[in-house]
């Protein structure tokens, strides 16, 4: 298995906390604050660069987030899909869920009767079979919704509910700009 995402995710962190609580103002172009293409249903489209290299995504924060701990806390969630045509990488999932996981522990997320195990680093998820990532792609592009589980590294399991309204425009928009 390639762990393709270990060099991006810290940077779609990076800009994720820089726009995700609200929406940035317009970017210059060529610099590396994100610029938000448009935003369609839950879901942003956004492009930005990262080391000279142009890097395009889609982010959403969860509908509904729920531990089974009530009073614990954690950190912003988001899902991305992310292009970076430099690395001939076309929409890889990724998902930061807010706390650490213990080594080797997985994940899952679950689109309809359909389930997708992914494998953890730190706070972040990816897909473990990369083959199926389009054939996620495709249920995601075909449901209204998705569930995503984790149990963070002291136990507390979380159940985060991602709408998927206005994904299909939003790749569709990534996916025009980074050609």
């Known amino acids: 298995m390639t762990r393709r995402h270990l060099m991006p995710a810290a940077g779609l962190i990076a800009v994720a906390m820089t726009f995700a609580v609200s929406s940035?103002?317009?970017?210059?172009?060529g610099g590396t604050e994100p610029q938000l293409l448009g935003t369609y249903g839950d879901w942003g489209a956004y492009s930005a660069n990262s080391g000279g290299r142009k890097v395009c995504f889609a982010l959403a924060k969860p509908a509904s987030a729920q531990l089974n701990r009530p009073g614990r806390q954690r950190d912003a969630t988001y899902m991305f899909v992310s292009t970076r045509p430099a690395e001939n990488v076309r929409n890889e999932v990724s998902i930061i869920f807010g706390y650490t996981f213990k080594?080797?522990?997985?994940?899952?997320?679950?689109?309809g009767s359909s389930k997708f195990p992914l494998y953890?680093?730190?706070?972040?998820?990816w897909i473990k079979n990369a083959a199926e990532e389009g054939r996620m792609i495709d249920a995601m592009r075909k449901s209204g919704e998705l569930v995503v589980k984790g149990t963070s590294t002291s136990g507390t399991e979380s159940t985060d509910r991602y709408s998927l309204k206005g994904l299909g425009q939003a790749l569709d928009r990534t996916a025009q700009e980074c050609k």
């Open 24 to 29: 940035p103002a317009p970017a210059q172009p």
């Open 103 to 111: 080594p080797n522990a997985d994940a899952t997320v679950e689109i």
């Open 120 to 125: 953890t680093q730190k706070d972040g998820g």
